[in-house]
């Protein structure tokens, strides 16, 4: 059974920094693409970023680019997502995905991880 | 970008009675790359349909999805109590991945 297990949530201050991990097991961790998905408060789902399963190839959403940077360490099954210059706007719960690519789906999800930026 | 436009934004039914939701992307989307979530309040999203019309594992034949091009559809055939919830679609078409803002599948 694969689960995902992100970490790391937590209040930050604007302009600050965060890393998220999200742990994977039940699945050959380097075979797959992987996602970060986030929703604020009452809000809907807002696609951040994706990383092909080398780590070779990354994508951003424009929100975040820049200032956010994804990773992954297939040695530890972790996927990683390195945020900076935090801001308000960024407050939500951050979702771990795994993502395939042909049909186009997010096939598996975590439980989120909460993010909250405020002074 | 591609922008996804679901319809209605809040649907009122009763159990036992069909929902059609409505998914209308702002250009072409291979039918390859649409998919449909559930959310319910508190949880992670689940996946429901992708390529536009293949259920994912586990999910009750009651659940349909069909379209092609810019307008696709989710329906629920008969609506069980489990069901009311919120709905996405996604498409994967370009580089970038996007969401439909959601309708709401409410107790009427």
């Known amino acids: 059974e694969v689960q995902l297990l992100e970490s790391g949530g937590t209040l930050v201050q604007p302009g600050g920094s965060l890393r998220l991990s999200c742990a994977a097991s039940g699945l050959t961790f380097s075979s797959y693409a992987m996602s970060w998905v986030r929703q604020a408060p009452g809000k809907g789902l807002e696609w951040v970023s994706t990383?092909?399963?080398?780590?070779?190839?990354?994508y951003y959403a424009d929100s975040v680019k820049g200032r956010f940077t994804i990773s992954r360490d297939n040695s530890k099954n972790t996927l990683y997502l390195q945020m900076n210059s935090l801001r308000a706007e960024d407050t939500a719960v951050y979702y771990c995905?795994?993502?395939?690519?042909?049909?186009?789906?997010?096939?598996?999800w975590g439980q989120g991880t909460l993010v909250t930026v405020s002074s | 970008e591609i922008v996804l436009t679901q319809s209605p934004g809040t649907l009122s039914l009763s159990p036992g009675e069909r929902a059609t939701l409505s998914c209308r992307a702002s250009?072409?989307?291979?039918?390859?790359?649409l998919a449909w979530y559930q959310q319910k309040p508190g949880q992670a999203p689940r996946l429901l349909i992708f390529?536009?019309?293949r259920r994912a594992t586990g999910i009750p034949d009651r659940f349909s999805g069909s379209g092609s091009g810019t307008d696709f559809t989710l329906t629920i055939s008969r609506l069980e109590p489990e069901d009311f919830a919120v709905y996405y679609c996604q498409q994967s078409g370009s580089s970038l991945f996007t969401f439909g803002p959601g309708t709401k599948v409410d107790i009427k």
């Open positions: 990383i092909t399963g080398s780590g070779g190839s990354t």
């Open positions: 995905a795994k993502w395939n690519w042909n049909p186009g789906h997010f096939d598996y």
């Open positions: 390529g536009a019309s």
């Open positions: 250009q072409s989307v291979s039918s390859s790359y």
